[in-house]
């Protein structure tokens, strides 16, 4: 399976716009670019994917790069509860599992 | 409302003793899985089921059995032969195979071996 690579913890302001970047240089064609977050104690949550063109739902952004070895989550204005883990995850099309890495901490501040 | 849930949330095991793990949803997902969570760990796929009377073994299969005869639900055994259970237990469905497709997560149980 395609790996990632996200920094382990990032910190921002609250209602500062948050980027949160992911490499993912062995990406293959049919890899779809998964975020899901994780409050502690609790499941995970599904935040936002994509394939090639860059998508916005309510809760943010996703920015995949041209060659779509990197991406980027975007959350546009930072609030205490967006405080979670971030897994930035490659999941094949048509594919049977979810391979979670260790993730970005993200911390947001007062 | 739909949703998956998981009972119970808190679990506690003598060594030794095998403990089911429930899992319950209705959305009317085709496909369900089992991840374990170690503390500051990714989680890890134990066990998947992609339909009824069919399922799949993960990356951390031993000690652990499946069975998946309703749609709906999806328990999991923790069996003796793990050698190392204490862990945070997630499950999860999808309307289908994973890629297009986002998966849905219950809240959790935490299984502590006493």
């Known amino acids: 399976d395609a790996k990632t690579t996200q920094p382990n913890s990032m910190e921002s302001n609250e209602e500062e716009p948050v980027h949160l970047p992911c490499n993912h240089s062995?990406?293959?064609?049919?890899?779809?670019i998964h975020w899901y977050r994780q409050l502690p104690s609790q499941g995970p949550e599904y935040v936002i994917h994509g394939l090639t063109s860059n998508v916005n739902n309510r809760m943010a952004s996703l920015a995949i790069a041209e060659d779509r070895k990197s991406s980027t989550l975007i959350l546009h204005r930072a609030t205490l509860r967006d405080a979670a883990v971030y897994y930035c995850i490659l999941s094949v099309n048509a594919g049977n599992m979810l391979t979670f890495g260790g993730g970005t901490r993200l911390m947001v501040k007062p | 409302d739909g949703g998956i849930t998981q009972s119970p949330k808190y679990l506690f095991r003598k060594e030794g003793q095998n403990v089911t793990l429930s899992c319950e949803q209705n959305?009317?997902?085709?496909?369900m899985y089992w991840y374990r969570q170690d503390p500051g760990q990714g989680l890890r796929l134990i066990y998947y089921?992609?339909?009824?009377?069919?399922?799949q073994k993960g990356d951390i299969a031993e000690g652990y059995s499946v069975s998946r005869e309703k749609k709906e639900s999806f328990p999991l055994t923790v069996t003796s032969a793990q050698k190392n259970p204490t862990a945070f237990y997630l499950c999860?469905?999808?309307?289908?195979?994973?890629?297009?497709?986002?998966?849905?997560f219950g809240q959790g149980t935490r299984l502590t071996v006493v």
């Open positions: 999860a469905s999808s309307m289908g195979l994973l890629g297009n497709t986002e998966a849905f």
């Open positions: 089921s992609q339909i009824v009377n069919d399922f």
């Open positions: 062995t990406i293959s064609g049919t890899d779809y």
């Open positions: 959305l009317n997902h085709d496909a």
